[in-house]
């Protein structure tokens, strides 16, 4: 890839602008953006789950995926954890394997949404049993994190209720406050409990984190360690997510991001396919917090059906280097003295003026002093891990992926 003379244009350009090229690539070099597990893996939808060749079959397949992933783009150093999904009985040797790999583990997620005894709920279920069994698994998750190292407890719950008057909305709340507290205390040192919402599915008529209100209101009460984590494709339509992330940040609760694209509702697609714009806004939000920022988990959520798998991820990644990269760019001095002037569309094309730049030839040179190849797609597509993984693996029996879509 000849980008050479492009960089070296486009930097001319930059500096003249004012932006510190060098520590707009020292900022690209230190993105981390965390790859799960279970993207690895077979996936679909309710309605088939295709199987794919050379699909992961196990933690350590993933783990080996992943690790290939970070090899190629030097930005995905970790690997978030679905629990039982990637259960094992020896968590050291599991850290090992990881760290052989050159990767490390990153969030744990629990799952309380896939056993028969969940069919009401897990932590807002009616009967005390099966809260205290999703409450005891994501203590199980805390234990976790602590033989792991990790730091992020990721929470996810599929709660809610399909039908008026099903069960009592309030006394769901109630029940889900008592068993977060408790889950709360086994937190390990330094550990942070992320809590997602999604406003539907599966169930219909009420979720019990339903958006990002819920969360956080949840969040001040359990404690500092408690924060909000922002799935893009768990919105309303419309649903201005950039803003979400500001105010998030702006109270200290942004714990982190499941980055997927959707259409219509948590479609799950590639960040930043039909969303470019949204995606560099929300960047935009990131980068002007500053210091605010900077524990911001970044995570990808994505379950790749139809669309080859590593190819697919690999792009996701690149997509979020690529707005991180514009959002970088941004004139932000220029962008409060036009605010200030109550400047409507001088401020707007500020930010449009970094979105609409190349940055290729920017993200080429910082993979290049990277040691990385400067285009990952390319190396990809020449490579020959995947048709040598879709050898060794073959093609596994999609029943057995444990991705509900
Ligand atoms: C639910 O839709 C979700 O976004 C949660 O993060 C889960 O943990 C993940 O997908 C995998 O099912
Ligand atoms: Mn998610």
Redesign the pocket.
């Known amino acids: 890839m000849d980008y050479q003379a492009d960089y070296d244009r486009l930097a001319e350009r930059l500096t003249q602008a004012g932006v510190d090229v060098e520590q707009v690539k020292d900022k690209l070099k230190r993105q981390h953006i965390e790859t799960?597990s279970?993207g690895y893996g077979n996936s679909g939808t309710r309605f088939k789950v295709f199987s794919w060749p050379g699909a992961a079959r196990n933690v350590h397949e993933k783990l080996d995926d992943a690790a290939y992933m970070h090899k190629l783009t030097g930005v995905a150093p970790t690997v978030a954890l679905?629990i039982p999904w990637d259960k094992t009985d020896d968590w050291d040797a599991l850290k090992q394997y990881a760290a052989d790999q050159g990767v490390g583990i990153g969030a744990i997620?629990p799952?309380v949404?896939q056993d028969d005894q969940y069919k009401l709920g897990s932590i807002t279920h009616p009967s005390p049993s099966v809260r205290e069994e999703a409450v005891a698994h994501m203590v199980e998750c805390c234990e976790i994190m602590g033989k792991t190292g990790s730091k992020l407890l990721?929470?996810?719950f599929?709660d809610g209720t399909n039908y008026a008057g099903q069960d009592s909305i309030r006394g769901r709340k109630q029940r889900m406050e008592e068993a977060l507290a408790e889950t709360y205390k086994h937190l390990p040192d330094g550990g942070r409990m992320l809590i997602?919402y999604?406003f539907f599915?599966p169930a219909f008529y009420h979720t019990d984190l339903a958006d990002w209100g819920m969360a956080f209101a949840t969040a001040l009460k359990l404690g500092p360690q408690a924060e909000v984590?922002v799935?893009t494709?768990?919105h309303a339509q419309g649903t201005n997510i950039a803003h979400i992330v500001a105010f998030l940040l702006d109270e200290g609760r942004l714990g982190g991001f499941?980055f997927?694209a959707r259409k219509y509702a948590?479609d799950?697609l590639i960040v930043g396919t039909n969303n470019p714009f949204e995606l560099f806004e929300i960047f935009t939000e990131l980068v002007s917090a500053g210091d605010k920022a900077k524990d911001v988990a970044y995570m990808i959520?994505q379950?790749h059906n139809i669309e080859p798998k590593l190819e697919a991820m690999l792009v996701s990644i690149l997509n979020c280097q690529t707005a991180y990269a514009k959002a970088l760019i941004v004139d932000y001095n220029e962008l409060a003295d036009r605010q200030m002037m109550g400047d409507v569309l001088g401020a707007h094309r500020i930010l449009v003026d970094a979105y609409e730049t190349d940055v290729r030839p920017l993200l080429a040179q910082v993979r290049a002093e990277m040691g990385r190849d400067a285009d990952p797609l390319a190396t990809y597509r020449a490579d020959d891990y995947a048709s040598r993984v879709a050898k060794e693996r073959g093609v596994a029996d999609a029943s057995g992926s444990g991705?509900?879509?």
């Open positions: 799960p279970w679905h997620n799952n949404f990721s929470l996810w599929a997602e999604k599915e984590l799935d494709g768990h499941h997927n948590d799950d959520d379950s991705y509900p879509g």
